[in-house]
């Protein structure tokens, strides 16, 4: 029974998209691409990287609030300029107390004025510490003294941070003391807290907001296909098509974006036949159907694993110069890496850069996926120096499968080849990056004095581990007879400022875990499979 509903749905899907090949071309409208993610400068041949990892480690070294840290940064108080502050609180967004009172210090210097920028930094790690009432008070401060200019793009930080630590609450209440600050709300601002709270999943928070404020401000389409955007993700096909028709009851001119966002979310509900039949009715509102209108198609034929399909609709787009954007040509790599069609993946991405479509580090994991379980080493890595080439920097999913493959077959040379290179490529490792090495390590024998060592510089850098780490590590120490090890271990958690490696220290020594485990392994052993 199952299998034949499967099978039915299949076929409405080809029924549908084959009337769509068959269709006249319709002229290319321009790409509408949303909110740009805040840019963080790289280090200007003027700063010094050696004065940046010495004043890191200062931070790491005098956490505790007792460490006179502010004498310990007095030899650098000359070297000091935007750029070094900037690095130093992006590499220690793991040390809240360290980095704000760095940031203080910072501030007190005689002719030293921070940028924009730090205090978007500094607003982010006391956020990601829940350390909320630091921000406004430093919020409140600039305001008074006329540091810098309080802008709308401070409180864009604030809504995601509110929203990155689930207080959706807080993130809309921080959206109403804008007037406080002498800012008046505006269309962006909203767009800006609606995207925030979509994107950690807080869609029905969302809702509640925009209900609450779209008669009292012109919210304007964006909005509205923020919300459909959202709603569509979590499958409420009925209340995207209840906004569309809202959004057209009161006036407002749907573009192509709030369209194509309509076609998307009935494809993704399994609405196929429908969201083509919208799609044919384009033309007698006075829409013309762009890249992506066709590109919804064509990520409903990965779906159904229609490639086939997806590859006519493709061949039409280049008959008529109509260009995917980067993201349907993932999908469509995604798909061919899970079929074992790499060579296909590969033309793919040949094609995208003669087309001028610069792929995004999400193109090339999608292949390394493939590379590293097949523990194609060689491969891999010359689809690191690929992405180097193209300047498309790697994140985490690329190093922690890297790393995992490499340990896995005992290359443990080119496991610290690629460590060491990290910092050079400007990512410092994150706590599931810190986990792959250490439960690789712990596997392997005559391994567990390099994953204590890791471990060590995971507690140093102030990046509590999961709970599954310290329960694996203690085991194999305690198995092994290096009962003394664990408590030099412990001793060095317990040192900590951070309240969560405290609590985890007490975890190690007892041996006591929590219902944690089972999902941080989850997160960060399975996180590549999903790729």
Aim: some cysteine; charged content about 25%.
């Amino acid at each position: 029974m199952v299998m034949k509903s499967l099978s039915s749905s299949k076929n409405r899907v080809f029924n549908a998209l084959s009337l769509l090949f068959s269709q006249p071309h319709i002229p290319k409208l321009p790409i509408f691409k949303p909110f740009s993610p805040l840019s963080i400068s790289s280090t200007s041949p003027s700063s010094s990287p050696q004065d940046i990892n010495e004043i890191c480690r200062i931070l790491s070294d005098y956490r505790s609030p007792h460490h006179d840290i502010e004498s310990a940064l007095a030899p650098f108080s000359h070297k000091l300029s935007n750029d070094v502050v900037e690095q130093v609180l992006k590499r220690s967004k793991n040390l809240g107390s360290a980095a704000h009172r760095f940031f203080l210090w910072a501030q007190s210097l005689n002719g030293f004025k921070y940028s924009q920028q730090s205090f978007h930094i500094i607003v982010d790690i006391l956020g990601s510490t829940k350390q909320f009432p630091l921000i406004w008070d430093l919020l409140h401060e600039v305001n008074f003294t006329g540091d810098i200019e309080i802008s709308h793009e401070i409180f864009w930080v604030l809504f995601r941070v509110y929203c990155r630590v689930n207080l959706p609450n807080d993130a809309i209440r921080a959206f109403v003391k804008l007037v406080e600050f002498g800012l008046e709300p505006c269309a962006e601002d909203i767009h800006q807290l609606l995207y925030a709270l979509c994107k950690r999943k807080h869609v029905r928070h969302a809702q509640q907001f925009f209900d609450r404020f779209k008669v009292e401000y012109d919210v304007g389409v964006k909005s509205y296909t923020i919300l459909m955007s959202a709603l569509g993700e979590v499958g409420d096909t009925d209340e995207v098509r209840k906004l569309y028709d809202e959004m057209r009851e009161r006036g407002y001119v749907v573009d192509v974006t709030a369209y194509n966002c309509l076609l998307e979310c009935l494809c993704k509900g399994g609405n196929v036949d429908e969201a083509y039949e919208l799609f044919r009715e384009m033309g007698s509102i006075g829409l013309e159907p762009d890249a992506c209108s066709y590109s919804v198609f064509i990520r409903a034929c990965c779906k159904a694993n229609d490639m086939h399909g997806a590859f006519r609709l493709l061949d039409r787009m280049r008959r008529y110069n109509l260009t995917p954007n980067v993201f349907t040509y993932n999908c469509i790599i995604k798909r061919l890496c899970r079929d074992k069609k790499v060579e296909d993946a590969y033309n793919l991405l040949d094609e995208m850069i003669e087309r001028n479509v610069e792929p995004d580090v999400w193109s090339y994991n999608a292949i390394l996926a493939f590379h590293c379980d097949h523990f194609e080493v060689n491969k891999a890595q010359r689809l690191l120096s690929k992405m180097g080439k193209n300047s498309c920097l790697p994140d985490r999913h690329t190093y922690n499968m890297l790393l995992k493959m490499l340990i896995r077959i005992g290359r443990f040379d080119r496991m610290m080849e690629v460590w060491e290179g990290m910092g050079e490529k400007g990512y410092y490792p994150s706590v599931s990056t810190y986990a792959v090495i250490i439960h690789g390590l712990c596997k392997k024998k005559e391994k567990l004095e390099e994953a204590c060592k890791f471990f060590e510089m995971m507690i140093d850098a102030g990046i509590p581990p999961y709970t599954s780490t310290c329960q694996m590590l203690r085991n194999k120490l305690i198995g092994l007879g290096f009962s003394e090890q664990t408590e030099i271990l412990v001793d060095k958690m317990e040192q900590s400022t951070s309240c969560s490696i405290q609590e985890l220290a007490n975890m190690m020594r007892s041996n006591k875990a929590n219902r944690r485990v089972l999902d941080e392994e989850r997160d960060f052993l399975w996180e590549e499979d999903e790729l």
